[in-house]
């Protein structure tokens, strides 16, 4: 079983960025199919990046298509979010998670970590 924990949340502006980082332990990830999603207050959690074991395929949600980029780094074991052009509307706890299958990490992953909360002030 992996465990995952993400970090590099925080408050930044309007147009500003962010690297989020997800750490695994227990498991290699190159193991797993990866994904971002994200849940802002009193919505539903929702898909944002996808990145396929070998990092060749990648996936995005409209909704931040251009603005993120999610890449996997094998030696480190960690994924990440790349994140510009931040809007307000980008505020949420994001989440890192995992599946051994890529059709199942865009819809329901196994595995999540704990979330980081990124806000983005207008």
């Known amino acids: 079983q992996v465990q995952l924990v993400e970090s590099g949340g925080g408050l930044v502006q309007a147009g500003g960025s962010l690297r989020l980082s997800c750490a695994a332990s227990?498991?290699?990830?190159?193991?797993?199919?990866m994904g971002w999603f994200r849940q802002a207050p009193g919505k539903e959690r929702e898909f944002v990046a996808a990145?396929?074991?070998?990092?060749?395929?990648?996936y995005y949600a409209d909704s931040v298509k251009g603005r993120v980029t999610i890449s996997r780094d094998k030696a480190k074991n960690t994924v990440y979010a790349r994140m510009n052009s931040l809007k307000p509307e980008d505020t949420a706890v994001y989440y890192c998670?995992?599946?051994?299958?890529?059709?199942?990490?865009?819809?329901?992953?196994?595995?999540w970590g704990q979330g980081t909360q990124v806000t983005v002030s207008s």
């Open positions: 227990g498991r290699t990830l190159s193991t797993y199919a």
């Open positions: 990145i396929s074991r070998n990092g060749g395929t990648t």
């Open positions: 998670a995992a599946d051994l299958s890529w059709d199942r990490v865009v819809v329901t992953p196994d595995y």
